[in-house]
């Protein structure tokens, strides 16, 4: 887990990037209100990379809302959905994937998410519950009658988790675009860089001790 405050001085090219990542998806974690939606449409923008919401995601596979989910299935019903479509998700490649707040607690998805590279929109508790009271969004984890003490427990059963990501980007409110070149220029310094290719043809050694230039 590399944490980064501040973007970098040198932003890298955001199209050298998505070459470097090859293909690599980007799954944006973190509490809900994390802006990871808002932030992930200008980072795919950046990168030429196509943006899926996996919350909405789901609602189109249900052909229900999250809520109705949630009433219906309850959570561990929710869970499952959210594992099989977090599958399917990651058989496509060049996407940011903003995640469900809960998609890390189940483990089964950890192997899907390291398939790419996971970042973790660290958003501060009082900036959360900030921008959750003016989101009208039904948040049926948070359908409590204090849902600040709420918040704050799943907050804290949540954050070891979220700390097993690739990256952190600590937010402190600034605008989605901001934040989105925060996690680029991050994105270099935990990419190994390319093996460059030969510059001339190996060699190979028959099961004579000859040296041959091919396998011909």
């Given at each position: 887990m590399l944490p980064t405050d501040q973007p970098s001085e040198r932003l890298?090219?955001?199209?050298?990037?998505?070459?470097?990542?090859q293909g690599l998806n980007?799954?944006?974690v973190?509490?809900?209100g994390a802006g990871k939606s808002a932030v992930g449409r200008p980072l795919a923008d950046a990168l030429g990379y196509t943006f899926i919401d996996a919350d909405d995601t789901l609602e189109r596979v249900a052909g229900r809302s999250i809520p109705e989910v949630f009433a219906e299935d309850g959570e561990e019903g929710f869970r499952l959905l959210e594992t099989q479509v977090l599958n399917?998700?990651?058989?496509?490649q060049r996407l940011v994937v903003a995640t469900g707040g809960g998609v890390v607690t189940r483990p089964q998805n950890w192997g899907h998410l390291r398939q790419g590279v996971v970042v973790w929109l660290d958003a501060p508790e009082p900036l959360l519950l900030e921008r959750l009271?003016?989101?009208?969004t039904p948040r049926p984890l948070l359908n409590d009658a204090d849902s600040a003490a709420r918040l704050g427990d799943l907050l804290g059963r949540r954050r070891p988790l979220y700390a097993q990501a690739d990256l952190t980007i600590r937010q402190d409110g600034r605008p989605p675009e901001a934040v989105a070149a925060q996690v680029l220029a991050a994105l270099p310094t935990i990419l190994r860089e390319l093996t460059p290719p030969p510059q001339a043809p190996a060699t190979l050694v028959d099961g004579e001790g000859r040296i041959t230039p091919s396998l011909n």
């Open positions: 890298s090219d955001p199209r050298a990037l998505a070459r470097r990542l980007l799954y944006l973190g509490m809900m399917q998700i990651a058989c496509i009271r003016n989101d009208p």
